[in-house]
């Protein structure tokens, strides 16, 4: 059985760093890309990073790059999405995410519209607040 469980959210302060977990199961990695999104409240989901099953390209989309790094640990069979100098905007449940294949056919940019991406954790909710 597929699973992708994320974890880590929490309160932080604007300015302050967070790092979220993304466990997966039931699927060997190598063959899947794993992306995060994010939904804040009244607002639609947001594809922010994605990173690529067989040479690790990592795809950032404009509002967190430069601030949030993926990673992964094929050891652990879990994904990283480390995020720093956060803003009050940040705030949202990220959900982390699976696809088969690449996070995109083109090397530029992530798939964005989240029915490209077949699995879905529950989400983990990440507050910036003062």
């Known amino acids: 059985q597929v699973q992708v469980v994320e974890s880590g959210g929490g309160l932080v302060q604007p300015g302050g760093s967070l790092s979220l977990s993304c466990a997966v199961s039931g699927f060997n990695m190598d063959y899947f890309a794993i992306g995060w999104f994010r939904q804040a409240p009244g607002k639609e989901r947001e594809a922010i990073s994605c990173?690529?099953?067989?040479?690790?390209?990592?795809f950032y989309v404009d509002s967190v790059k430069g601030r949030f790094t993926i990673s992964r640990e094929r050891a652990k069979s879990t994904v990283y999405l480390r995020m720093n100098s956060l803003k009050p905007e940040d705030t949202a449940d990220y959900y982390c995410v699976a696809r088969t294949e690449a996070c995109s056919p083109s090397a530029t940019a992530m798939l964005t519209e989240p029915e490209y991406y077949d699995y879905w954790g529950q989400g983990t909710l990440v507050t910036v607040s003062s």
């Open positions: 990173i690529n099953p067989n040479n690790g390209g990592k």
